[in-house]
């Protein structure tokens, strides 16, 4: 949609006195935000709006500083999304108070793709920061975009995850479009427009203050089809993150922690009270919905054929013989693998040592061996 035709949009929006609940409740009163500029002062009034609020509408007293906005974005070179827009993100309409206007940077089409949100405290331990990159890697590398705050820790590192593998990732901003913070993150910034969208619902140069995080956070629970959080403490973001996505009706996914560290009481807490336990990706994808589920099954085949292709065309005759043995679902016995590749017990060891050091074959308990899913 043309910029201009935001106006009225952004003039409500910047209307003092309106968070995003009463002007989403105005809308679905009126019809579009034309309409109820032009509704009569009693009928703002019958709203039950503050006298300020409602003459504030009535004498269209923001339409200047939406005009003002508009030139910054312009200056910017991002765009508007309204309800009206098809690009805007469906899975947000679904929440009681979905941002009215939302500033985006990047490829807005990927907004109403799959997505999953991966969030946490912004202090991890070594396994959170471990866990964060692993799931941020392997569900982008399926398909998925990656949803986050772009914030010190686990977002970032999800975020960073999901990129390093060329996968998609959505930044969501707890302040204006043009403001980067934490400044440290400005390459993952630009990565992430690279290979996703950043979004806002603050105006330009809006910065951080703590209480739009709460905010920029019902975004992170309400557009993706759930969310993972990795680490976070008793009175976390990442808790409420969760429990929002809990009301919006989103999958919630805990990752197991340590119970003497403070950093676990959220996802342990969240799996207690029935959040889904995830150890890896595919703990999350078999909770997606099965068209969602189903298509990143095949995309994740082809991709894994193609992987398994270069890695047997880098191997030695006798490698790529035991290789072709093994299974990346079913662990096969050593003594499984001397019977059918019809070897001596000590070449075979020898080969499955060698395919260990090149990272695509790994040895389990009781000497089984599977491939690696690379």
């Known amino acids: ?31 579009s935000p034309d309409d109820v500029f032009r509704a009569p002062l009693p009928r703002l009034e019958a709203c039950n709006l503050p006298a300020p609020v409602a003459q504030s509408i009535h004498r269209k007293q923001t339409f200047w500083r939406a005009e003002k906005e508009l030139d910054a974005v312009r ?6 999304l309204n309800w009206t827009d098809a690009e805007y993100p ?13 500033y985006v940077r990047g490829d807005a089409g990927i907004l109403n793709g799959p997505n999953i949100g991966i969030v946490g405290t912004r202090r991890p331990t070594v396994y959170g920061q471990q866990m964060a990159e692993r799931l941020g890697r392997d569900l982008a590398a399926r398909g998925l975009g990656i949803v986050s705050g772009l914030a010190r820790g686990v977002d970032a590192i999800a975020h960073k995850g999901a990129t390093d593998v060329g996968g998609r990732a959505i930044g969501v901003l707890g302040t204006g479009i043009d403001v980067c913070y934490p400044k440290e993150n400005r390459k993952l910034y630009e990565k992430v427009l690279e290979r996703g969208a950043i979004l806002s619902e603050f105006p330009t140069g809006w910065h951080p ?9 019902r975004i992170i629970a309400g557009m993706p089809l759930g969310v993972v959080i990795v680490e976070g403490k008793e009175h976390s973001g990442s808790l409420i993150t969760a429990r929002l996505a809990m009301e919006f ?6 990752v197991p922690g340590n119970a003497t560290q403070e950093v676990s009481f959220a996802p342990n807490l969240l799996i207690k009270q029935g959040a889904k336990l995830v150890t890896g990706a595919a703990d999350v994808i078999e909770e997606l919905p099965t068209p969602v589920r189903s298509a990143l099954v095949q995309a994740e085949a082809v991709e894994q054929a193609q992987l398994n292709l270069l890695a047997e065309a880098e191997l030695s005759p006798t490698e790529k013989k035991i290789y ?7 662990p096969k016995p050593v003594d499984d693998i001397v019977e ?34 690379l």
């Open 1 to 31: 949609m043309e910029l201009e035709a935001s106006l009225p949009w952004l003039a409500l929006t910047l209307t003092p006195g309106i968070a995003a609940r009463l002007s989403a409740r105005l809308l679905r009163e009126f019809g």
């Open 75 to 80: 200056r910017i070179g991002c765009r508007m």
């Open 90 to 102: 469906q899975s947000l309409l679904q929440i009681y108070d979905p941002p009215v206007v939302l």
């Open 209 to 217: 203050a703590p209480e739009n995080f709460p905010v920029r956070n």
């Open 249 to 254: 009706g989103r999958e919630v996914f805990g």
């Open 324 to 330: 072709a043995l093994l299974s990346a679902e079913d």
């Open 340 to 373: 059918s590749s019809e070897l001596n017990s000590s070449e075979v060891l020898a080969t499955l040592f060698t395919l260990e050091m090149k990272g695509i074959v790994r040895q389990l308990p009781g000497k089984q061996f599977v491939k690696v899913l």
